[in-house]
T-cell receptor, first 114, second 115 residues
């Protein structure tokens, strides 16, 4: 049983650069979520897809952030013109489409901005 | 907006001891999820509670949701070093009409188990 896969696991970049993360959900899951987690905090919701449609975005998702899920399979999260405050763990989760299905998380991508 | 408060923030117990972690919500809980996280890794789903008074167990871990659906507890019996990690409660923010999946989380409780 393949879980949620995220790549890369770690990303170190200079301020101002663009970065892109990838998430491959559990194959039969049609819902996909992105969260951000900083040290000592719980994950904070960023955005959510049902199949290929992006249905909800948090206020945390500034204009520099964009997420896609072409064909309703894998998803990418891009951050443009990275800032120091973007340093965090970016977590992806997926779930089935019926009510109250638990979300299953990947191991995250840790982003460090120099 | 809904907020989840977890207590205690951290806990150190001797192996074999029982412990309880609490999660209190500022609003009614319609779906309460417990997760475990090891440092630098993702969240592992433990249990989900929906109904007031509901209780679920898996191995040595028991989770309960109170009748008023504003507080949940996670109880570990006879703790082992493998139980160490960060325990997070998460809540569905929709108003009970159907889960959109936008979970909010508490800040977590860090559990250390001394052999």
């Amino acid at each position: 049983d393949t879980g949620v896969s995220q790549n890369p696991r770690h990303k170190i970049t200079k301020r101002g650069q663009n970065v892109t993360f990838r998430c491959d959900p559990i194959s039969e899951h049609n819902r996909l979520y992105w969260y951000r987690q900083t040290l000592g905090q719980g994950p904070e919701f960023l955005t959510y897809f049902q199949n290929e449609a992006q249905l909800e975005k948090s206020r945390l998702l500034s204009d520099r952030f964009s997420a896609e899920r072409p064909k309703g399979s894998f998803s990418t999260l891009e951050i443009q013109r990275t800032e120091q405050g973007d340093s965090a763990m970016y977590l992806c989760a997926s779930s089935g489409g019926t009510r109250y299905q638990p979300q299953h998380f990947g191991d995250g991508t840790r982003l460090s901005i120099l | 907006s809904q907020e989840l408060e977890q207590s205690p923030q951290s806990l150190i117990v001797q192996e074999g001891k029982n412990l309880t972690i609490n999660c209190t919500s500022s609003k009614t809980l319609y779906g309460l999820y417990w997760y475990k996280q090891k440092y630098g890794e993702g969240l592992i789903f433990l249990m989900m509670l929906q109904k007031g008074g509901e209780e679920k167990s898996h191995e040595k871990i028991t989770a309960k949701l109170d009748e008023k659906k504003q507080q949940s507890s996670l109880h570990i019996t006879a703790s082992q070093p493998s139980h160490a990690g960060i325990y997070l409660c998460g809540a569905d923010t929709s108003l009970g009409g159907g889960s959109q999946g936008n979970l909010i989380f508490g800040k977590g409780t860090k559990l250390s188990v001394k052999p």
